[in-house]
Nanobody, 123 residues
Framework: QEQLLESGGGSVQAGGTLTLSCVIS????????MAWFRQVYGKEREGVAG???????TYADYVRGRFTISKDDAKNTLYLQMRDLQPEDTAIYFC?????????????????WGQGTQVTVSS
């Protein structure tokens, strides 16, 4: 059974940097995509960045230029480097996988989810 485990969240001041990691274990799909989402309490979960198996990358407009998604296939790990963090980036961040290699950041296309890691940015 596929499992995702996020880490790297924490509290930083505005302008700071955090790097999130997501270790993927037990996966069986050969064409999967991976993505980061975030959710603020009381709001819908939104896509942040995604990467396909060949390496095609998609970013949400509000993080493009500040966040970088990457993966290490040998370590089965997905990363999200977040620079110039702002208070509006405060959220729980989730990683997720899709089994057919979508380029979309729509939540409904992703089948397996981690438990999330909290990111808090103070002004």
């Amino acid at each position: 059974q596929e499992q995702l485990l996020e880490s790297g969240g924490g509290s930083v001041q505005a302008g700071g940097t955090l790097t999130l990691s997501c270790v993927i274990s037990g996966y069986t799909y050969s064409g999967y995509s991976m993505a980061w989402f975030r959710q603020v309490y009381g709001k819908e979960r939104e896509g942040v960045a995604g990467i396909t198996l060949p390496g095609y990358i998609t970013y949400a407009d509000y993080v493009r230029g500040r966040f970088t998604i990457s993966k290490d296939d040998a370590k089965n790990t997905l990363y999200l480097q977040m620079r110039d963090l702002q208070p509006e980036d405060t959220a729980i961040y989730f990683c997720a996988t899709n089994s057919w290699g979508t380029r979309s950041l729509l939540e409904r296309y992703y089948e397996v989810w981690g438990q999330g890691t909290q990111v808090t940015v103070s002004s």
